[in-house]
Nanobody, 125 residues
Framework: VQLQASGGGLVQAGDSLRLSCTTS????????MGWFSQAPGKEREFVGG????????YYSDSAKGRFTISRDNAKNTMYLLVNSLSPEDTAVYYC???????????????????WGQGTQVTVSS
């Protein structure tokens, strides 16, 4: 499976932004999918994810509240909506996928073998 992240760009503090991650080669229904962020000089960290067989999205503690994940398997696409952006959200956002059981979708980079190329989000103050 290949993943393509898109939707990043330069935005103002307080804006909202929706990122997309589209799979190709295989249906997104076969994969749990996750979003990760990597700020300059920092490690890549988990934002949240979406289970392959549906159910509620799941988030890191720091992402709860301003981040919303959804998916449309008919379009093989997962989305990340970020509200009230701040300069601290500036990062490259990556999407990733795995085929773990639906009940244990994965919360860290080592649990996701498939990765997209990332999309840059820059938030100006």
């Amino acid at each position: 499976v290949q993943l393509q992240a898109s939707g990043g760009g330069l935005v103002q503090a307080g804006d909202s932004l929706r990122l997309s991650c589209t799979t190709s080669g295989r249906s997104s229904r076969d994969y749990n999918m996750g979003w990760f962020s990597q700020a300059p000089g920092k490690e890549r960290e988990f934002v949240g994810g979406s289970r392959k067989r549906g159910g509620n999205a799941y988030y890191s503690d720091s992402a709860k509240g301003r981040f919303t994940i959804s998916r449309d398997n008919a379009k093989n696409t997962m989305y990340l909506l970020v509200n009230s952006l701040s300069p601290e959200d500036t990062a490259v956002y990556y999407c990733a996928a795995n085929q773990r059981p639906n009940g244990t979708p994965g919360y860290n980079i080592y649990e996701y073998p498939y990765w997209g190329q990332g999309t840059q989000v820059t938030v100006s103050s």
